[in-house]
């Protein structure tokens, strides 16, 4: 079935015309517009599908094929209903315009903060763009967009640093701070070049070799306590906006999504109403637009579920809350299974939501993320039952990783 | 205005070169060096750490407070030579090896400094063999480990077992923090104290070291 044909499908069933099984595309599909079968499972592999298959970091961040294909043996192996090909997404763009990179062997590459490109106004007159697709590891990024779609038949979600953080992450935490404050004049000459120069042609290549009807911005340096909200109304949105405009279509959502800090200020609506206006500025046809409001668990187990919940239903906007990844590595089991009926029971509601397992530490047991994800579809069936908390949860029987991966796993040499 | 409040609002408002030209001045015109630090400099960050636990700063305000202070305290250190700062206590803070992340321990070392704490400030990827050598040398009161990858913070344990090596384990009160750390991972490797954020360390430190 073609990717319409799925999208239609999943948009249907959410309406209520629920006209056979759906699998796994169109399960999230329907879970972001109304009421699935179950609750929507996305996993991000990334670091655990590098340490899983015994890949060093450079070989899974810059070679498409062992990237794609340990990612994908993750989700199957745990099974997810969809997966996104995660990579450093907030470094491909500040790699492709110079910006130093730290690697170590088993974790994702960092940006050297203590070398900023941009540690000056002179720095900024010497920066020319990237050529998009083909500067730094960019030829990476499209080549496992493009074996992502030959495995799973459908476009991946695209990835693209936010020009807000990007700004960051170039010149220095301090070096914006400051430039917000004295030198707003260049601070905004920086959002226009990485916003027009950058990421639009970015995210233009991405669409010219995907057709994805999704693509992500992330923004994690618009986050409380590291930025205000004025701060990020006055220097972030009006970019994220531009970004969208000049890359949107009736057909394709692009958005920004990431940040953080619901349990920072004292009323958690104040961050909630910036995401929301995160994913709509420049966005028409609103109420058609695959968006969701994504919360992390450090915000959502302080100011608690029922609150964000309240929000979303709202503004009428699917919520996707993570599971803590340090919960499913640490365990026990039991634990885990406790903590995702309570994330199905005050989050699931009737629809518009999805569960994230995101960031798997290296080292967690196998069992743990089965875990995980088998209390997901066991307690996750809409209608959601009353008394999920009495409910025995059968923990389902499983290979062990070693002994898949010869017949079941995509090879990663 | 008088300098000592010029110069406490530009350090309470983060304008670090207002600051450092009004600190030039009050020396020039014959201000002890400690005086400048104590009646302007500290005042003014003691305000901005005022106005933070208040809820009316956020971290950006504190991080450019703890700026201006800090070429404050450039400029009129080398002329405190044998004089007393009055700091609550010494602090040791980096990032253990193989994290690359710099940010959050900087944050942590700005609040610190912000309520007058002495920071060495180790930097980042920082090998367990550093952090027994600054103990050594330095002589804290307080070790802050930060890492901020679930990869990196299991380096955190081998700081402590290398300490206990030392013979300094006893010496030296330890802290973690830092995105990728629980208070439960914090516990199981032996630390005394576990920050969930920047905010937090101050009083953590505060607290085991029965200051206020």
């Not at chain 1, 959002?191 to 992500?216: C, G, Y």
């Not at chain 1, 958005?255 to 994913?279: C, N």
Request: proline share 6%; hydrophobic share 45%.
């Amino acid at each position: 079935m073609g990717v319409t044909a799925k999208l239609l499908k999943g948009t249907a069933y959410a309406r209520g015309l629920r006209v056979g099984q759906l699998d796994g595309y169109e399960r999230l599909i329907a879970g972001i517009y109304g009421r699935p079968d179950r609750v929507p499972i996305v996993l991000q592999p990334y670091t655990y599908a590098m340490s899983m298959h015994g890949l060093s970091a450079k070989r899974f961040f810059s070679e498409p094929g062992p990237f794609i294909n340990a990612s994908r043996n993750m989700a199957v192996y745990f099974g997810a209903d969809s997966w996104s090909p995660v990579f450093d997404f907030y470094n491909i763009e500040l790699d492709a315009l110079g910006q130093k990179l730290i690697w170590r062997q088993n974790s994702e590459p960092d940006v050297d903060t203590r070398s900023p490109l941009v540690a000056s106004e002179d720095d900024f007159r010497r920066l020319k763009p990237p050529a998009p697709g083909k500067s730094g590891r960019m030829p990476y990024v499209l080549e496992s967009y493009r074996r992502y779609m030959d495995l799973v038949g459908v476009p991946p979600m695209g990835y693209a640093c936010s020009p807000f953080t990007m700004a960051v992450l170039i010149r220095g935490y301090v070096n914006f701070l400051r430039d917000m404050r004295r030198n707003p004049a260049f601070a905004h000459r920086l959002l226009e070049f990485l916003s027009m120069e950058v990421v639009v042609p970015w995210i233009d290549k991405i669409v010219e070799v995907t057709n994805t009807a999704i693509v992500v911005m992330s923004d994690a340096w618009a986050s409380a306590p590291n930025m205000t909200t004025p701060a990020v109304r006055e220097f972030c949105l009006p970019y994220v906006e531009k970004v969208i405009r000049a890359t949107n279509s009736a057909m394709r959502t692009v958005m920004d999504s990431g940040s953080w800090g619901e349990k920072e200020v004292a009323d958690p609506r104040e961050i909630l109403d910036v995401k929301m206006d995160m994913l709509t500025p420049g966005n028409s046809l609103k109420a058609m637009r695959p968006f969701f409001l994504l919360v992390w668990n450090e915000d959502y187990e302080v100011v608690g579920i029922p609150r964000i919940r309240e929000y979303a239903e709202e503004k009428k906007v699917c919520l996707m809350l993570n599971v803590r990844p340090n919960l499913i590595e640490e365990g026990p089991v039991s634990r885990i299974v406790e903590t995702v009926v309570k994330l199905i029971r005050e989050g699931a509601g009737k629809g518009r939501y999805a569960m994230l397992i995101n960031l798997v530490p290296v080292g967690t047991p196998v069992e743990h993320a089965h875990a995980a994800v088998a209390a997901m579809k066991q307690f996750g069936a809409y209608p959601v039952a009353a008394g999920l908390d009495a409910r025995e949860f059968k923990a389902p029987p499983f290979a062990p990783f070693d002994e898949w991966m010869p017949t079941e796993g995509l090879p990663v040499d | 205005m008088e300098w000592e409040k010029e110069l406490g609002a530009a350090v309470t408002e983060g304008e670090e070169i207002r600051s450092e030209e009004l600190a030039r001045a009050a020396l020039a015109s014959g201000v002890p060096a400690r005086e400048v630090l104590e009646k302007g400099a500290v005042a003014g960050i003691y305000e901005a750490g005022r106005l933070w636990q208040e809820g009316d700063y956020f971290l950006p305000d504190v991080i450019l407070a703890t700026e201006a202070f800090n070429v404050v305290l450039g400029l009129v250190e080398p002329l405190l030579a044998g004089v007393d700062i009055p700091v609550k206590g010494k602090v040791v803070l980096g990032s253990v090896e193989g994290d690359a992340h710099d940010l959050g321990k900087s944050i942590v070392a700005a609040l610190l400094r912000s309520s007058l704490y002495d920071v060495v400030d180790l930097g980042v990827d920082v090998a367990a063999g550093r952090f027994v050598e600054a103990a050594r040398a330095h002589r804290p009161d307080v070790i802050g480990l930060g890492a901020y990858m679930t990869t990196t913070m299991r380096n955190m344990e081998g700081v402590i077992r290398a300490l206990e090596e030392a013979g300094l384990r006893a010496k030296v009160k330890v802290i973690a923090g830092g995105a990728a750390v629980t208070a439960d991972f914090a516990e199981k490797i032996g630390a005394d104290g576990y920050g969930a954020d920047a905010v937090d360390a101050v009083e953590l430190v505060d607290g085991l070291l029965g200051v206020r």
